[in-house]
């Protein structure tokens, strides 16, 4: 049974940024050209639903793929963080209250497997690389913070960064 029923509007508003957030936690990771943080937002959105999929037996994040869907938008602050480094600590902290919140009000399993899927989101928000630029012709700087705010993510999420190791879920055909 999904926690929406125990939950405020309130709380089940920060639930349904939980997706959105952990794609955000990348894509602020680096200062990234336009046309990757485009990327990288509609990556974020496609590994939401793909992701899911993979997850059906998951009744939590079923029931947040299917607001989605259905245009249930959760509310986001008029006042945002303009700085990408606090903007990044906001998303972060986010994380950590939904980590808190799932805690209290879900079954550890269920609790556990969302924010395994949320670390999913993230790994393949990751995997959209940016050119090479000026200052990193390799584009291995980039590639560094994106790790570091992968590990970020796992730690406000309260996973092992073993967990990281691993491939993430396969988004390139449907089961």
Same mark, same amino acid.
């Given at each position: 049974?999904?926690?929406?029923?125990? /939950? #405020?509007?309130?709380?089940?508003?920060?639930?349904?940024? !939980?997706? #959105?957030?952990?794609?955000?936690?990348?894509? @602020?990771?680096?200062?990234?050209?336009?046309? #990757?943080?485009?990327?990288?937002?509609?990556?974020?959105?496609?590994?939401?639903?793909?992701?899911?999929?993979?997850? =059906?037996?998951?009744?939590?994040?079923?029931?947040?793929?299917?607001?989605?869907? #259905?245009?249930?938008?959760?509310?986001?602050?008029?006042?945002? %963080?303009?700085?990408?480094?606090?903007?990044?600590?906001?998303?972060?902290?986010? /994380?950590?209250?939904?980590?808190?919140?799932?805690? @209290?009000?879900?079954?550890? =399993?269920?609790?556990?497997?969302?924010?395994?899927?949320?670390? !999913?989101?993230? @790994?393949?928000?990751?995997?959209?690389? $940016?050119?090479?630029? %000026?200052? $990193?012709?390799?584009?291995?700087?980039?590639? =560094?913070?994106?790790?570091?705010?992968?590990?970020?993510?796992?730690?406000? *999420?309260? *996973?092992?960064?073993?967990?990281?190791?691993?491939?993430?879920?396969?988004?390139?055909?449907?089961?």
């Amino acid at each position: 049974m999904t926690i929406q029923t125990d /939950c #405020t509007a309130k709380e089940w508003d920060l639930i349904l940024q !939980a997706p #959105t957030l952990a794609g955000l936690v990348i894509i @602020q990771a680096d200062h990234y050209s336009l046309l #990757t943080i485009t990327r990288k937002t509609f990556a974020t959105l496609g590994a939401i639903m793909a992701t899911a999929q993979q997850q =059906a037996g998951t009744e939590l994040i079923q029931a947040v793929a299917t607001a989605m869907r #259905t245009g249930q938008a959760p509310w986001w602050p008029t006042e945002y %963080p303009r700085d990408m480094v606090e903007a990044h600590q906001w998303a972060l902290g986010r /994380c950590r209250q939904i980590t808190a919140l799932l805690a @209290q009000k879900a079954p550890e =399993a269920e609790a556990e497997a969302f924010m395994r899927w949320l670390i !999913a989101i993230g @790994q393949h928000v990751a995997l959209i690389a $940016d050119a090479p630029g %000026p200052h $990193d012709p390799q584009g291995t700087e980039g590639d =560094a913070r994106t790790r570091l705010a992968l590990e970020l993510l796992a730690t406000a *999420l309260n *996973l092992p960064l073993s967990l990281l190791a691993g491939p993430p879920l396969d988004l390139s055909a449907d089961k």
